[in-house]
């Protein structure tokens, strides 16, 4: 590994302790982060996505959820055995967040300079009047118009593009290492949606920042990131860059996904493809392939064992028994 | 609804100036097109502001002292006359039928049906029960079952009549002497007087005085621990949680008014009738109920994504109880306590009514109802003074909560 990793997750563990059972939301979960990359991380609902993420930031509600094993190395050390003051200096200077609905991550009470300044000021040691120019300088990025005027808004003021703009430029405000998207543009209309990518990319490529960006949409994913990890039933099956995974995806869950996006160039009277099934409850999961009894080339192995990880080639990982050595 | 709201036109992508308009600026429009609403606002400032004026209103000589007592005025009807007239009219009264009395007992003296006359009460008159009137009556009796030895003529009678008649007459005569010139008798009771001659416009004010506060430092401490209490336990949840409302249960399996009560005698003589001990006794047990209040408030915000996002910012504990959850609880807890002060005068005037509240001189609404009852049938006026100024603001403060409940809750904000 090259010393440009600044974001190292080594086989992280998330489980959650509900009455029905133990839920193993994230199951041995690995990758790396580098700077300036944008990585990508796709998977159905529920298959662990945004656990992995929250449970990066420690933000895991600690019963029932529990950390249970992993590490993740941010510029060499261990987040996950941080305390919590310290990791509390870490939250929204170094790594920050957007979340998935702006319409409800703003606190409506609260001022939208209140709730900027708070932060820069928390985290540079900002007097109130620098942290509301820096603020201002912030919107003005993130391409609200006239922020000098409509800092003092409430969050009700501002249409959900808006908001999330907001949200970026807050995330954004003190230029953090590393920015995780959690389905930045799922409660956004598709117009908007283009645009608050398009400034992600330009923002994030302009101040330097790493973007993890979770996301259920592969088309998003196409667009914007560089690496791709595909997440089923809280474990990658899946990596490479995004020409990789979808020039030439490998894993059977991989190849479903991407033939069941609808394609304009391709005319066809067929009906859209879908993967048969629903994903699997992942309480108290058998040790197999939680894939294979909607797999079409599922093998007899699958039932009984998880497939080891292939390493196809560098940065090119699949967890499937059909590449696996000793099938 | 062409007048509603300004927040249509911030969803706007054109570079057009929008006025922010906080929540509180939403809720005080909608507060103010509800008319009941305001005029309670209207009339609870009025209290407020004559509660809070009263010693300079005393000072300037506007408001009578309410512990000063001038026995010459016991019991002087509300009238806008001064206190002098008042008197020297009660007591015409008084000797015009003293003399009818024995006027008519002298032409009667035969007559079977003579025992009533000694009873005629005018109504309007003030008749006190001293020593003189007993007699007078036992002295009718007497007579009347001594009937039958006609010549007799209990001197007793006409002696106490005559004497209080020449007293009276004293009195008066002296009272015309100095009504222009002893300012005492010159000072007019609005609200007439209570039985030892005190204003009653004053004790009423004064009374009020000591309610409003009881209602305000119990409401101040019960918000004040119930928030606390509350949005610890609703925040952290878990064993702490679970112990704080455990505690809570059990204070409310607890009687509260024997306790209070319990407590009040507990302090003793010293302790008893100090405002403090009633402050103390009535916040012990009034936040549990708020604290619930703002416990389940905390719980169903504190998994919203605002709270999340907070976290991810890296604040703390305290900043995301105290800053971004407890605002939002703040709504509920105004109407809240703006309902839990009238409980709270209530609650102290029912003690004061045992006799376990303030006592005199000082006064508080209750006191003065529990004083008035006593002479209900005779001075209604001292019973009706404090009953209605209590009730007007206990009505007033209830409407102006149900107003804030309306203009706080988002849902309502599309009605009326």
């Not at chain 2, 939403?26 to 606002?41: Q, S, T």
Request: charged share 20%.
């Amino acid at each position: 590994m090259t010393d440009d990793v600044i974001l190292q997750v080594k086989d992280l563990k998330t489980y959650f302790k509900l009455d029905e059972g133990l839920l193993k939301a994230v199951d041995g979960v690995s990758f790396d982060l580098r700077k300036g990359e944008t990585l990508g991380i796709v998977g159905e609902s529920g298959s662990g996505k945004s656990v992995t993420n929250l449970a990066v930031m420690k933000l895991i509600p600690v019963p029932p959820g529990r950390i249970a094993g992993g590490e993740v190395l941010f510029q060499g050390k261990d987040l996950l055995k941080m305390p919590d003051d310290e990791i509390r200096t870490i939250r929204g200077n170094k790594i920050s967040m957007i979340f998935q609905d702006p319409m409800t991550s703003l606190n409506p009470f609260l001022r939208i300079s209140t709730q900027m300044i708070e932060t820069i000021v928390l985290h540079q040691g900002m007097n109130k009047k620098d942290a509301k120019d820096k603020s201002i300088e912030m919107l003005k990025l993130a391409g609200i118009p006239s922020p000098e005027k409509r800092i003092d808004s409430y969050p009700h003021q501002f249409s959900g593009g808006m908001r999330q703009r907001v949200m970026i430029a807050m995330a954004l405000s003190c230029n953090p290492e590393v920015l995780i998207a959690d389905e930045p543009t799922t409660a956004l209309d598709v117009t908007i949606q283009a645009q608050i990518l398009e400034l992600i990319k330009d923002l994030t490529a302009r101040l330097g920042t790493a973007v993890i960006l979770i996301t259920h949409s592969l088309g998003v994913v196409a667009g914007m990131c560089d690496n791709i990890n595909v997440m089923y039933a809280g474990r990658i099956v899946e990596r490479g860059t995004a020409d990789e995974i979808f020039g030439d995806p490998k894993h059977p869950y991989t190849q479903g996904l991407i033939k069941s996006v609808p394609r304009l160039d391709k005319a066809t009277q067929q009906r859209l493809f879908s993967i048969k099934g629903q994903p699997p409850n992942v309480i108290n999961l058998p040790d197999c392939c939680p894939f294979y009894p909607r797999c079409d080339r599922a093998l007899d192995i699958c039932k009984i064992k998880y497939p080891a990880t292939a390493e196809l080639s560098k940065g090119r990982n699949v967890a499937c028994w059909l590449y696996s050595e000793g099938k | 609804m062409a007048n509603i709201d300004t927040t249509q036109d911030a969803v706007n992508e054109f570079n057009q100036y929008v006025k922010p308009v906080s929540l509180w600026a939403d809720a005080w429009k909608r507060l103010r097109r509800n008319k009941m609403a305001v005029l309670a606002l209207w009339v609870v400032g009025f209290y407020f502001l004559l509660a809070l004026s009263a010693p300079l209103l005393q000072s300037a000589g506007i408001l009578h002292s309410y512990t000063e007592q001038i026995i010459s005025h016991q019991n002087l009807r509300p009238s806008f006359r001064p206190a002098g007239e008042l008197v020297i009219e009660s007591l015409e009264l008084r000797i015009a039928q003293l003399e009818e009395n024995l006027a008519s007992r002298e032409e009667d003296s035969n007559s079977t049906y003579n025992m009533a006359t000694g009873f005629d009460f005018a109504p309007a008159a003030e008749i006190e029960f001293d020593d003189g009137e007993v007699d007078e009556g036992e002295a009718a009796l007497e007579e009347v079952t001594e009937e039958a030895d006609d010549t007799y003529y209990g001197p007793t009678y006409s002696d106490s009549v005559v004497d209080e008649l020449e007293r009276s007459k004293a009195e008066v005569e002296a009272l015309r002497g100095s009504i222009h010139t002893d300012p005492q008798h010159s000072k007019v009771y609005i609200l007439g007087t209570d039985d030892l001659g005190r204003d009653m416009l004053a004790r009423t004010i004064y009374g009020g005085r000591i309610s409003i506060m009881i209602g305000i430092v119990g409401t101040l401490t019960a918000v004040l621990i119930g928030i606390l209490i509350g949005s610890i336990s609703g925040y952290v949840g878990g064993a702490i949680d679970n112990f704080l409302m455990r505690f809570v249960d059990i204070m409310y399996s607890l009687p509260y008014m024997l306790v209070v009560i319990i407590i009040m005698s507990m302090v003793g003589d010293k302790g008893r009738g100090s405002i403090v001990i009633l402050f103390v006794a009535i916040a012990l047990i009034s936040w549990l109920t708020i604290s619930r209040v703002v416990r389940g408030q905390i719980i169903s915000l504190k998994n919203s994504e605002f709270v999340e996002a907070a976290r991810s910012m890296g604040a703390g504990t305290p900043r995301i109880i105290f800053r971004h959850l407890l605002p939002n609880t703040l709504g509920v807890i105004i109407v809240f306590s703006t309902l839990l002060m009238p409980s709270f005068i209530m609650q102290e005037s029912f003690l004061s009514f045992l006799g376990l509240g303030v006592s005199a001189p000082q006064a508080s609404w209750g006191t003065l109802v529990s004083e008035g009852v006593r002479g209900m049938e005779l001075r209604a006026w001292q019973l009706f003074v404090p009953a209605i100024s209590m009730t007007v603001f206990l009505f007033c403060m209830n409407f102006l909560g149900d107003g804030l409940r309306d203009a706080l809750d988002p849902q309502s904000k599309n009605r009326g």
